[in-house]
């Protein structure tokens, strides 16, 4: 049967879920199970850093598979990714400066530069750095790697202020907190370019989380509050978990990707 001639094809879908209050808060406890599930498959079970970065690489690499094949946002799949991205995005850095001796410093420089760099190319390929049009392989390839390298780069810039310049870890998570509430306030209040805003904020969340995760995790006597690794790691996981069920039921993924849709 021919089609009308009136007959446009469907608009393509995003990928990603629309930014909200929720989107911040999954990406918050995404980002402290990051820090605490690699230190627990690192050195509470003594995989080492080597093992654990080859194991977990596999599983991410699966699991961005599986968002890939999508070709929507769906919200089990898309967060999945988005804990995975974040501890093996931790593990990098870890290696680096744990293995290779490279140092915080180096390493915050690094990755910053590898995450311009890729803005730089994501721009001059697509001519948009949005991330409400996440609708082409090509452009969501550019997107989780340009996340990648904002967990990376958050995991030294966090360590580099926590460590290296003996902030501490309440100190730290409340000095980027701080950050993050100033991007908020030029968003809202100077009108600061939503683009810009998002991969500032998205960058400056990957060290917050870390922050209070290493605060809740780590012992007395290292400036932690001593609930382990595991318990922080499965309190975070647990409540993850609830929220993309939450989602799916309700179809609340569904609604979020039809609100974005009809903004574009």
């Not at 994501?122 to 949005?130: Q, R």
Request: glycine share 8%; proline share 3%; aromatic share 14%.
């Amino acid at each position: 049967m021919l089609k009308p001639a009136d007959a446009t094809p469907p608009a393509p879908l995003n990928r990603v879920p629309k930014v909200t209050l929720d989107f911040w808060l999954i990406k918050l406890m995404a980002v402290t199970v990051g820090e605490t599930a690699a230190d627990y498959l690192a050195v509470n079970l003594g995989f080492g850093l080597t093992v654990t970065s080859l194991f977990m690489t596999a599983i991410l690499a699966v699991a961005l598979v599986l968002q890939f094949a999508q070709k929507r946002y769906v919200p089990w799949a898309y967060w999945i990714a988005v804990v995975l991205i974040s501890i093996v995005g931790t593990l990098i850095t870890d290696n680096l400066v744990d293995n290779f001796g490279v140092q915080l410093e180096t390493t915050t420089i690094w990755f910053s530069v590898a995450l311009i760099v890729t803005f730089v190319v994501w721009y001059a390929n697509e001519g948009t750095l949005s991330i409400h049009t996440i609708f082409t392989t090509r452009r969501e390839v550019f997107y989780w790697l340009a996340i990648l390298f904002t967990f990376s780069l958050g995991t030294a810039a966090g360590d580099l202020v926590a460590e290296s310049f003996d902030m501490g870890y309440l100190t730290t998570g409340l000095l980027f907190g701080a950050a993050i509430a100033v991007i908020a306030l030029a968003y809202y209040v100077l009108k600061l370019d939503g683009i810009l805003a998002f991969w500032l904020a998205y960058i400056l969340t990957r060290p917050l989380g870390a922050s209070f995760g290493d605060l809740l995790s780590q012992p007395v006597e290292y400036g932690g509050l001593g609930f382990g690794t595991i318990v922080t790691s499965l309190l975070f996981l647990g409540t993850i978990a609830a929220i993309i069920v939450y989602m799916t039921m309700t179809k609340y993924g569904e609604e979020q990707l039809a609100e974005a849709t009809a903004e574009e």
